[in-house]
């Protein structure tokens, strides 16, 4: 079966690449594993965040911002495409601190970051607690203060997997799912990707299978050195709108629940819940917003993150085989519009610009900076 690109893994970063390839004039097969997977897209806490994102790495802050700033016409135009709302809003967003050690942490990385951006600026300020509770009027007494920033907001994850995929289909790309890449190779410039369900072909291939990139990438001669992150997020019963944007380790979708995450746990490789985060969890929101403490919790689940070694993402081209891309990030979400109406524009032009320089996994194998 022969496509204009193969890209390897339907999460939130392969459904926003073939979605932008699809919005380039491309008729892409997007491969993907199916249910047996474990996928970070299906179990993640949905915010667009971007505060503090990138110390010690410009590019990937600039990013970061430039996909947030793309939300807005990632969001309207699968909506437009789709009819499916995705959640999105970017009223800013606060990263809360309980104690004074935390608070001057946190100031200290934020002053750093605003430095490291230079004349570009980095719009944030540190809140005293009656600041942050006069945009959050739940907060507790614990609660010292925060850094805010205008470029945070948050989205449904799941709508957003399911419009792209929507999106997709609608413009003549294909997601075929139970279709685990178990061997790539490449002839001349055509490469080939082998599945239960066939041999796929394409003169482009992206590699975005998640956790599943590290396997892969060799046989393009690709480097993506990724392990798993587990977190652990808890959802409450819905309520009243209590909060007008979302924090680091809490927000309410537009619903009306609770979520609540933001737990890593490096060293597993599975995706079972433990009481004793949840627990810690759960105590940080209560004592974050003590009103909580009455709101029923309905369910908690686990996923694991797709880390590289420093925290930044890899977004690379072969030089073995050109037409080979890879993409992975641990922020899957906030960099869905970037994917989509960015990266995907390099891939379909069939060049990365120098400005990706930053992401590339040489890094790994040069002296490093670290997130
Ligand atoms: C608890 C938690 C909270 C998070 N919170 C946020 C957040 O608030 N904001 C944010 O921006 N990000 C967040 N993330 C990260 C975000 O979820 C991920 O960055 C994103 O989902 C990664 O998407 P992906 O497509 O790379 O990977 P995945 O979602 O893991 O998808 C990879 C896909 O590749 C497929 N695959 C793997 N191997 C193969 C193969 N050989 N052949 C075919 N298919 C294959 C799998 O089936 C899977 O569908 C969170 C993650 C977790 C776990």
């Known amino acids: 079966m022969s496509y204009d690109a193969i890209v390897v893994g339907g999460g939130l970063v392969g459904a926003a690449i073939a979605y932008g390839l699809c919005r380039e004039g491309l008729r892409p097969a997007v491969l993907d594993e199916g249910d ?80 490291q951006m230079g004349d570009e600026g980095f719009d944030y300020r540190m809140l005293d607690h009656g600041e942050v509770k006069e945009l959050l009027p739940g907060i507790g007494p614990q609660v010292v203060g925060a850094s805010w920033s205008p470029y945070d907001g948050h989205a449904n994850p799941l709508y957003t997997l399911r419009a792209l995929h929507a999106a997709i289909r609608a413009r003549g790309g294909h997601y075929i799912a139970e279709a685990k890449v178990d061997a790539l190779s490449v002839e001349g410039t055509t490469f080939s990707a082998d599945t239960a369900k066939g041999r796929f072909q394409a003169p482009r291939l992206v590699l975005a299978a998640g956790l599943g990139n590290a396997a892969l990438a060799d046989a393009v001669g690709l480097s993506i050195p990724v392990f798993p992150v587990r977190g652990q997020v808890i959802v409450t019963e819905r309520i009243a709108p209590r909060l007008r944007m979302p924090t680091l380790i809490l927000r309410q979708t537009e619903e009306g629940s609770i979520m609540i995450g933001e737990s890593r746990e490096e060293g597993r490789r599975d995706d079972q819940t433990g009481i004793d985060v949840v627990r810690s969890l759960a105590a940080r929101a209560i004592k974050t917003f003590p009103f909580l403490g009455s709101v029923r919790m309905l369910r908690t689940w686990a996923a694991l993150r797709v880390m590289t070694p420093d925290g930044f993402p890899v977004y690379e081209q072969s030089q073995r085989h050109p037409g080979a891309f890879a993409a992975t990030c641990h922020s899957g979400v906030t960099l869905a519009a970037a994917h989509a109406l960015r990266y995907a524009k390099h891939v379909a032009a069939g060049a990365l610009p120098e400005d990706f320089a930053p992401f590339h996994s040489r890094r790994f194998h040069d002296s490093v900076p670290s997130a």
């Open 36 to 115: 047996v997977a474990l996928r970070a897209s299906r179990g993640n806490f949905g915010l667009v965040w971007v505060q503090s994102k990138g110390l010690g790495n410009p590019a990937y802050q600039r990013w970061s911002r430039s996909s947030s700033a793309l939300w807005l016409e990632l969001a309207a135009a699968l909506k437009n495409e789709t009819g499916i709302g995705v959640g999105h809003s970017r009223p800013g967003g606060v990263a809360i601190c309980l104690t004074q050690e935390e608070f001057a942490a946190r100031a200290r990385m934020m002053g750093e970051m605003r430095a």
